[in-house]
């Protein structure tokens, strides 16, 4: 038969109140009765009915995810880490897709919040980055968590409270130096949209590497597209066909690189003999690849939970101690860690480099 909440009271001897108390972390509960009801739970293998909890009290026992974004594997990484947070603290999760230009997003987060009894919310970019997106869950009075590059952290007002963030600079800055010390002079950087904060960031990193390498930034070498496959092939098409075509390039995700693999194939260029490729987040593309990507690893799934655990700690600190504890700053950041792998290599002496090209793409277009 399944176990109840009053089995457990039974076991521990308390009452059913006081094994709820321990359920929902409630202080006002002695170390001593607290260890019994805690004993009993796991010598019973009981399991708490969320669901029941939900409509059964005032407090809510979900969070929920919003995002807008392409990458499957982004959003699934994420996802995993927020899960086996909200686990541990038995919250559930909900997921909420949306489009970041819907001109209905408020309507959608008051709906989400009251209807779906929302205890906190996690917010990746786009959404973090907007600033009306925040006043709106203040208004709420919703705990939440932003995910979000450092970048816009220093260009925004009052962005670092409560806030995850990604150094994107210095990730794309130690893929850049690394091309660098290769012998590449010439370095493509192929990019999403210059909307996303990331991309700023990645952008920023590239330049300051170049500068403090004593390169020029030519920006001719720097094309604008999306963080999409199909972006990398038209990219490092573009900048392969010019007159002064790139030994190395840098693209803005893995997406991007593995397009820019391609369109290097398509063309009979060598990787990395003739032509260096790197990507970014070290996601499954860039080892899916042949050659496999150099990247910078974004521990996305880390990035999840820690998120998880500051919105559920918030959550606690606002039920136990009040809403001014509960709103104290609070910012993690995490640094991209450069990955080398097969697809970059020393820069290609004169007479190997891809200007000789153009009649073997050619006869293969």
Do not use: W
Request: proline residues 5%; hydrophobic residues 35%.
């Amino acid at each position: 038969m399944k176990v109840t909440i009053t089995d457990v009271a039974k076991r521990a001897g308390v009452s059913i109140k006081t094994v709820s108390r321990v359920i929902n972390n409630e202080p006002s509960v002695r170390p001593t009765t607290r260890t019994r009801v805690l004993m009993a739970i796991q010598a019973l293998d009981y399991r708490p009915n969320l669901a029941a909890r939900n409509l059964a009290g005032t407090h809510s026992y979900s969070i929920a995810l919003i995002y807008d974004n392409p990458d499957a594997y982004y959003v699934i990484d994420m996802q995993n880490g927020i899960l086996a947070a909200c686990r541990a603290r038995d919250y559930e999760l909900l997921i909420h897709p949306s489009s970041a230009k819907s001109p209905s997003i408020h309507d959608e987060l008051h709906k989400l919040v009251e209807q779906s009894r929302i205890a906190g919310l996690i917010l990746t970019p786009p959404f973090s980055e907007y600033p009306e997106v925040i006043d709106t869950l203040k208004a709420l009075n919703v705990e939440f968590v932003r995910i979000l590059s450092s970048q816009a952290a220093d260009q925004l007002d009052q962005m670092e409270e409560n806030c995850i963030q990604v150094d994107d600079g210095a990730g794309a800055f130690s893929i850049t130096r690394h091309l660098v010390e290769l012998g590449h002079r010439r370095i493509g950087y192929l990019h999403g949209g210059i909307e996303h904060f990331s991309t700023l960031g990645r952008l920023e990193g590239y330049m300051r590497a170049l500068q403090e390498s004593q390169l020029p930034v030519d920006d001719q070498m720097i094309l604008e597209g999306e963080y999409s496959f199909d972006s990398g092939v038209a990219g490092a098409t573009a900048l392969l066909k010019s007159d002064s075509p790139p030994t190395a390039v840098f693209a803005g995700n893995d997406e991007i690189a593995a397009g820019a693999l391609f369109a290097a194939r398509k063309m009979n260029i060598d990787v990395p003999q003739q032509l260096s490729i790197a990507g970014f987040e070290d996601s499954p593309f860039s080892r899916q690849t042949c050659p496999k990507l150099t990247t910078a690893h974004q521990p996305n799934e880390e990035i999840g939970r820690c998120a998880a655990e500051l919105t559920l700690e918030r959550i606690h600190c606002k039920g136990n101690m009040g809403k001014e504890k509960s709103q104290e700053s609070i910012t993690r950041r995490f640094t991209p860690r450069l990955i080398v792998r097969d697809s970059t290599g020393a820069a290609p002496k004169q007479s190997s480099t891809i200007q000789a090209q153009p009649a073997s793409h050619k006869k293969t277009g």
